[in-house]
Structure formats: structure tokens, C-alpha cells
């Protein structure tokens, strides 16, 4: 089964999953962060076949979020780094493991605890905050259409307003 496109989808959710929304590609960058840079170190931990593995590594210096060097000492090999845009990555995944901490990890257990080198701070639940600093929620926010305008908001929007028309 081919996996759908979302490259032309003029929505910044969409873009994100159509760059990193498949099964192995976060868990790269993931390792990545971790310290990972050989593919070797990659198959061993992930468990991932050599083909996948390949395919995902390139796509990820493709679409400019790993960059790829040969490595001086061993002319066949290669390392991999985080580009400034797989660095912006970083509060996707601290989230998505604060996120799984809290919903499937067992209650007050945390398999994997993020400080700050520097001072050894743990790092708090991330927030989605307004300018002024306030903590935001889902309740609190209504989407409204960009700069450049959004066909998938507007016919999101166009789908819901019939729905509540037809509502009794």
C-alpha cells in the first residue's frame, strides 16, 4: 500500500507529518539526539533493516533535517548530524516523551528523564503559551486562516458549518 502525499497540503500539520510522520524517522532523530551518528550504531539499536534504514536516513538528508559527512578514518563510512532544522525538532521530542511518560508509562516511573547539562535541572512539562506568557489550552484558541491562506482550514471550516447547519 502506497503511503498518501501531503506535500501539496497548505497546512503546517500536514507538512510536519509528510517530512517526519512515518514509523522510523522520529526514532532516528530521536538517536540522533541521543548521540548517534553511525549507521551501524542506528541498526543495532532501532532493530531496523539495512534497506529501511538507508531509505530513511536519505530522505531525512533530502528534506534537510540530518547532514551526511564522510567520516576521515574509515573512507566508506558516514555520520550524521542534526541540520538546523532537525535541531528545531527538539521540542517535538521532548514533548512526545513527556507525552508518553504521562499517557503509557507506568504512574510516577519515568523511563527516560531529561535535565539540563549545565545545571541538572529537570526539565518541566512543556506549555503552549500565548505572548504574554499565559498558559494556553486547546478551549482558548480558535484557528484562523494565515498570511498565505489555507484550502485545508477553509474547507475544514466549510465541512463544519454545514454539519452545525443540518443540526437541529
Known amino acids: 500500500m502506497t503511503r498518501q502525499s501531503f506535500a501539496d497540503m497548505d ?31 542506528f541498526a543495532e539499536h532501532l532493530g531496523i533493516a539495512s534497506n529501511i ?8 538528508v533530502r528534506r534537510g533535517i ?5 567520516l576521515e578514518t574509515d573512507g566508506r563510512g558516514q555520520a ?3 541540520s538546523p532544522k532537525g535541531l528545531d525538532l527538539f521540542p517535538l521530542l521532548v514533548f ?11 504512574p510516577g516511573t519515568a ?18 503559551l500565548a505572548d504574554d506568557g499565559t498558559p494556553v489550552t486547546p478551549f482558548d484558541t480558535v484557528f484562523g486562516p494565515g ?9 475544514a471550516q466549510e465541512i463544519l458549518a454545514r ?3 443540518a443540526s437541529p
Do not use: H
Request: aromatic share 6%; proline share 1%.
Open 163 to 165: 454539519r452545525q447547519a
Open 53 to 60: 534504514l538507508a531509505g530513511r536516513l536519505d530522505m531525512l
Open 111 to 128: 523511563q527516560v528523564e531529561l535535565s539540563v547539562r549545565a545545571t541538572g535541572c529537570a526539565l518541566r512539562p512543556l506549555e503552549v
Open 11 to 41: 497546512c503546517g500539520v500536514a507538512q510536519a507529518v509528510e517530512q517526519i510522520g512515518d514509523k522510523w524517522t522520529l526514532l532516528i532523530v530521536r538517536n540522533v539526539f541521543l548521540g548517534m551518528t553511525r549507521f551501524d550504531d
Open 66 to 70: 540530518l547532514q551526511r559527512r564522510k
Open 80 to 82: 550524521y548530524k542534526l
Open 147 to 155: 498570511a498565505a491562506g489555507s484550502q485545508v482550514l477553509e474547507t
Open 96 to 106: 512526545l516523551n513527556q507525552w508518553g511518560e504521562k499517557w503509557m508509562g507506568e
